[in-house]
């Protein structure tokens, strides 16, 4: 496996193969692995996988978790290595951000709400650092996980609007045996927290599988669940349509439930498709 640091280097890289490349900020764990395998599959015989490590500071909030994010370099390395990734980009802050820096991607619709709205600037700093690690990797397919949905329904707009040549691949989200979904924030939780964390899965589950259609009905019925957990506290539980992120009344077939808790001070999130 290569490692590359520079900008400089990718993008003297020869580039005759199918590149497919799995953007992250480390701290990789079984659900990335996931992402890998899917890449690869994607890549196909003669093509490669490259992963991005890289915590970017942009799409941190002030005060949130940047600083105490975790990096174990050494282990995201070997994960790589025996995932069979081809080359893994690893570039530090100064390599990535001019200190004067002027130009942002900034997609000013489905950012403002949900995670938007309670993590101001955060999809700017998504947009901003996915669209330089496009330019930088050239892939021609890129892959993420359906965790982070509305993540993955704005970087689909952004590849539309500004025309990246990319296909956006979403994957399935992959959970613990109780339900969670792998996370690299799970690690912030504490024991109690960790246990108390699985009635977001039954959260979903029991609204996936309600009869009732009235968004109300379900998100009351999610909210009830979550609200079993003492240590949880809810931030927005909301039905959305699953392109335009807007509330919908009642649930139909593009419905998704998207979901925020705390627990402790660690933020979680999570959805699900319903039938
Ligand atoms: O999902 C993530 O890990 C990050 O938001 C991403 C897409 C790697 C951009 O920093």
Redesign the pocket.
């Known amino acids: 496996m290569k490692i590359l640091t520079a900008i400089a280097e990718a993008h003297t890289e020869p580039r005759e193969k199918r590149r497919v490349v799995v953007?992250?900020?480390g701290a990789l764990h079984r659900a990335h692995g996931e992402l890998i395998r899917v890449a690869r599959e994607h890549a196909s015989r003669g093509g490669e996988v490259v992963v991005?490590v890289?915590v970017?500071p942009l799409?941190f909030e002030p005060g949130s978790d940047y600083e105490r994010y975790p990096r174990p370099e050494r282990a995201d390395e070997d994960f790589c290595r025996s995932a069979g990734v081809d080359l893994l980009f690893r570039p530090s802050v100064a390599e990535m951000y001019a200190d004067d820096r002027s130009v942002f991607v900034n997609e000013f619709s489905l950012s403002k709400i949900l995670e938007g709205e309670s993590r101001p600037g955060h999809f700017r700093?998504?947009c901003t650092?996915?669209a330089k690690?496009f330019n930088v990797l050239a892939p021609d397919v890129a892959v993420?996980?359906e965790k982070?949905f509305q993540?993955l329904v704005i970087?689909r707009r952004m590849v539309r609007d500004l025309n990246f040549k990319i296909d956006i691949i979403g994957v399935p989200t992959v959970r613990e045996e109780d339900g969670l979904a792998y996370s690299s924030r799970n690690q912030y939780l504490n024991l109690e927290e960790r246990k108390q964390a699985a009635v977001l899965h039954k959260a979903l589950q029991t609204a996936a599988n309600a009869r009732r259609k009235s968004a109300d009905d379900i998100i009351a019925l999610a909210r009830n669940v979550i609200n079993e957990a003492p240590l949880a506290r809810i931030d927005y539980v909301e039905l959305v349509d699953a392109e335009t992120l807007r509330p919908v009344q009642i649930a139909g077939s593009n419905s998704v439930l998207v979901l925020a808790v705390f627990f402790g001070k660690t933020r979680l999130i999570d959805n699900i498709r319903l039938a």
Request: proline share 6%; hydrophobic share 45%; aromatic share 12%.
């Open positions: 953007p992250t900020m991005s890289f970017n799409q700093g998504v650092v996915v690690l993420f996980g982070d993540q970087i």
